[in-house]
């Protein structure tokens, strides 16, 4: 034991010569290797292993440097080769738990490249300037200049490595003038996204989405890219009531592993969390001026704030709240903050109208003295809520766009003898309800556009003198585009007597549908009108449509009609464990999964999936529907096979049906949900297995051609 104690440098020269070896011979067959899951945890360790290397390594080059004699009492042999010995090893391990973390997704660029094999060469220069030791003494001029090489390449490799994992330039960013020094854009000149937006975007998501690092396939240094979105779909989608990816990430619990920024990262805070949603809800405008803002919207105090300049802030009569009050009443989708740093006055906004309910306004009355301004934007708002609303005293700013009401009870607002600010932009207000506000004490300004109000009527309301009604940009020459309409549904899964409906905030909107495929028009497709049932598995697609305007975009949703109760599942093989789901209780929970497969609601199988679903009683079917993921750059791919057998039990099945889907010719990029429908001849069965053959290998076009493909599956549906 002594001696093998004693030898303790030998040891750890062959073990950094074998990983050396073994780096070199991943590097040469890179192409054809695939990360095992669990590997995938030495990957990943790379940050924690690789500062080690990094200082022992510029230790020892700086002392081999400052040596300048064979006698110098500076240098101790022992030691020094110790330090040698102890950054080699580190630096393969480095090297190696760096390969295996460049395998993961969005590492593609040429920094990577660049990093990899600098690290690899770092690796492998200090392995052998071990093995040379006895040759490159430190007072000797070859020595310093290996030493200073070596420090150059430790510096440009740690470099890169920066700016792969925070971004650009890094490490010597503070070496470039400060920011601080640029003189600040104007108040009244500064643009909402220009000035505000993307300051936040760069600090706080640009080092893992650019062009060196593209996380999800997610670039956002521009315009362009930021709409363009990444494998998970588009950014934000204020048809939805969490506005889309960008808005619900955020707001996700900090461990949770989809949450942006990620944790370790420097988080959003509450006002930059603020002023990216008041952005996405006002329409995502890339041209919007600040000075285009009311005074007491969140994204006008944010600028304030931030971009300074002269201004006179209203003063506030009340105390503050208690702090503890506040925080307890703030949740993930109500938020509630002062209007600045000093300030008593306090601003709610609402943020996921699914999970809305109209106590969320009375759970505030603690707060009634101090809230000045409130924003429920596409909230599910009543007109019976506006009694409660009337209930907060101090309300200067009220925002009702694209709610519910329909202004028969616009009245209760009186109450609010502070009222400055009224949005009822897309709502169903009408020309008598309008004119009621004209008894309002102190209310100055009103915000009405897209509502159903016509043009004689908005002209005439322009000519008052007490409050100025901003009815929007209108032109006999300019034609604005609807939004899409709404699908009301959140399950895609649809109960026996379940049924599908739609909506739009501006009223008098058309909305007009298919189920067939095709898409819908103006003058043929069928006009929604009420909710209406489904017969079967269909892909609904809508548009909005109304004179003076464009017609919206399409919006489609893919409905799956419950089928018959399946009493059990019996999986032939566990799926993968990364992707286990809740085993055969995931194909049969009534719980479509989103276009994401690490949502732990996905069997995935990078093998043949074979299950076998129970029935206590016989019953008669003649369809069976799978519903399977597609995500070919994640080596996600359809079946090649999908097989139906059905019988009395396990042992007296007979083949129903084959269906051999078409195997992609070609990259087709994003995530999506495919559906297989398998239709038979009406058969009484108490069992029926389902095989769906995973493809071999991937075809050679892919960049892991002949590798094999992985096949997830969420839902099956019996008809």
């Known amino acids: 034991m002594r001696r093998y104690f004693s030898d303790w440098k030998g040891l750890a020269y062959n073990l950094a010569f074998f990983l050396n070896g073994l780096l070199v011979f991943l590097l040469i067959f890179e192409n054809r290797f695939e990360v095992p899951f669990w590997l995938q945890a030495a990957g990943r360790m790379h940050p924690l292993v690789l500062h080690f290397p990094l ?22 042999a022992e030691v020094a080769e110790s ?61 310093k200049m290996v030493a200073g090489a070596f420090l150059l390449i430790l510096f440009v490799g740690g470099h890169l490595g920066g700016n792969l994992t925070h971004g650009e ?32 975007l760069e600090q706080k998501c640009v080092s893992c989405h650019n062009e060196e690092k593209s996380k999800g396939n997610l670039q956002m240094q ?17 048809t939805k009531a969490d506005l889309g990816l960008l808005i619900s990430r955020v707001h996700l619990p900090l461990d949770d592993k989809k949450h942006m920024p990620p944790r370790g990262k420097v988080q959003l805070t509450e006002e930059e969390i603020v002023l990216l949603a008041a952005w ?30 002269d201004r006179t802030e209203e003063q506030y009569d009340f105390s503050a709240a208690d702090a503890d009050e506040v925080k307890k009443l703030n949740s993930t989708y109500r938020l509630i903050k002062p209007l600045s740093a000093e300030s008593p006055a306090l601003f709610v906004n609402f943020y996921n109208s699914a999970n809305f309910k109209p106590d969320e306004i009375e759970g505030l009355m603690p707060l009634k003295d101090q809230i000045v301004s409130m924003d429920l934007s596409k909230m599910p708002v009543k007109d019976a809520d506006l009694k409660t609303l009337a209930k907060f005293p101090e309300l200067r700013k009220l925002i009702l766009n694209f709610t519910d009401i329909t202004g028969a009870s616009l009245t209760e607002l009186k109450k609010l003898d502070k009222l400055k600010e009224l949005s009822l932009s897309g709502t169903a207000v009408k020309m008598s309800d309008i004119k009621s506000l004209e008894g309002f004490p102190l209310l100055k300004k009103v915000y009405i556009w897209s509502t159903g109000l016509s043009t004689d009527e908005l002209a005439a309301l322009k000519k008052g003198q007490k409050i100025a009604f901003e009815t929007g940009f209108r032109s006999d020459t ?71 305007w464009y017609g919206s975009k399409q919006i489609e949703r893919r409905f799956f009609k419950a089928g018959l109760h399946i009493d059990s599942v019996k999986l032939v093989k566990p799926a993968d464990q990364k992707y286990a789901g809740k085993a055969g209780t995931t194909l049969i929970d009534g719980i479509k999964s989103e276009n994401e497969q690490n949502s732990g609601k996905w069997l995935g199988y990078n093998e043949d999936f074979q299950s076998y679903l129970l029935f206590k009683k016989p019953v008669e079917v003649s369809r ?11 080596h996600i791919f359809p079946p090649t096979r999908i097989e139906v057998w059905g019988g009395a039990d396990e042992k007296s099945l007979k083949l129903l049906k084959v269906l051999t889907p078409e195997v992609p010719k070609k990259d087709i990029p994003g995530v999506e949900s495919i559906v297989f429908e ?38 099956v549906f019996v008809n």
């Open 624 to 634: 069976v529907t799978l519903s399977m993921l597609q995500n070919l750059g994640g």
């Open 222 to 238: 521009t315009q362009a890219l930021l709409i363009k979105g990444g494998k998970n779909g588009v950014l934000w989608d204020t």
């Open 280 to 309: 996405v809800k006002a329409g995502s405008r890339f041209d919007q001026k600040v000075s285009s803002l009311s005074t007491q919207d969140p994204v006008y105090t944010y600028a304030q704030n931030i971009l300074g300049g």
């Open 83 to 143: 330090l040698l010995i102890i950054g080699a090893v580190t630096a393969a391990l480095a090297a190696f738990s760096g390969f295996i973390l460049s395998k993961e997704d969005g590492y593609e660029s040429d920094t990577l490249l660049w990093h990899k094999w600098l690290g690899v060469a770092i690796s492998l220069l200090s392995l052998a300037w071990y093995g040379l030791r006895n040759y490159l003494f430190p007072w000797k001029l070859v020595s």
């Open 678 to 715: 398998v239709p038979f001849e009406k058969q009484q069965v108490s069992c029926i297995k389902l095989v769906a053959k995973a493809l071999p290998k991937l075809p050679a076009w892919h960049s892991s051609k002949g590798s094999k493909a992985w096949v997830f599956v969420d839902e």
């Open 478 to 548: 300019v034609v604005l585009a609807l939004t899409p309409p709404t699908i009301e549904n959140e399950n895609q899964i649809l109960p026996t007597n379940g049924l599908v409906s739609m909506k739009h905030q501006i009223p008098q909107t058309i909305i007009r549908y298919t189920l067939d495929g095709s898409e819908p028009d103006s003058i043929k497709s069928p006009v929604y009108t009420k909710p209406f049932a489904l017969e079967k598995n269909v892909t609904l697609k809508a548009r909005a449509f109304r004179q003076g």
């Open 169 to 200: 330039d890094f490490i010597i960013s503070p070496l470039r003038p400060s920011e601080s020094q640029i003189p600040q854009v104007a108040l009244e000149e500064a643009g909402v996204y220009e000035h505000l937006v993307r300051p936040v």
């Open 55 to 76: 200082v022992v390594l510029i230790l020892y080059s700086i002392w081999v440097v400052l040596i300048e004699k064979p006698d110098s009492t500076r240098w101790n």
